[in-house]
């Protein structure tokens, strides 16, 4: 088996593998949102890089409307104990169960990048490389919310890939933990039961994070950070 590995400075500044989000694009120029997970990250969807659907859980207040947010505090890079995460990719035939195919022989991935009545209607390539560091990200945000769940002995609070926040180097994809306080007509409504700080100190510094496919490995570690935002109506 054949091993990459991608490696991220760490230090006062964090740096992560490949694969801008939100505001950003992904690799080979592929629009990536931000992408909310879960621990239970198994659906087909997460195979296809800037899928609207994303193996995600929101807390809905029941409102309506536009919401908006602004930072309450800013991101801090979190000081738990690493962690690892290892995630193995099987690449049935076709596209019906799982919208991608690797090609071994040029090293590539080719996925659903958009369906019409459930069927392919368009599709995207991209470097396994580029493909693996966005499965990395996505399996790092996973465990990291186990593992700071577990520490904190609550799991109200958000987790994502994105992109890094502006103090960190580099531009590659990062997990992003998150607290909300939700305001409506200028009150508060709901507050988190932790701070920033407490979730920054439980949640993990970094996730050495493995994907593997194939005859393919691919290893980065993924920098971890926290941040608190006040959620609103537009």
Known sequence: ?????????????????????????????????????????????????????????????????????????????????PVSAERS?????????DDMEYFPENETVRYVAARSRGEPAKYSTMAFDDWASLECAEA????????????????????????????????????????????EDGGTVSTPTVSRDQLADAAPRSVEATVSLADEEFSRTVPVFAHHVEIGLA
């Open 1 to 81: 088996m054949r091993r990459r590995a991608l490696l991220s400075a760490l230090g006062a500044a964090a740096t992560a593998g490949l694969a801008g989000c939100l505001d950003g694009h992904g690799p080979s120029g592929v629009p990536v949102p931000e992408t909310n997970v879960t621990p239970d990250s198994t659906r087909p969807e997460s195979r296809r890089p800037g899928s609207d659907a994303t193996d995600a859980t929101t807390t809905d207040s029941g409102a309506s409307g536009t919401t908006t947010g602004k930072p309450a505090s800013e991101f801090v890079r979190c000081r738990g104990d």
């Open 140 to 183: 790092a945000a996973v465990r990291a919310r186990e593992v700071t769940a577990d520490r904190l002995g609550t799991d109200e609070f958000g987790s994502a890939i994105g992109r890094p926040p502006e103090f960190a180097d580099g531009d590659d994809s990062v997990v992003r933990l998150s607290l909300e306080t939700r305001v």
């Open 89 to 97: 990719v099987t690449d049935e035939p076709g596209y019906e169960d």
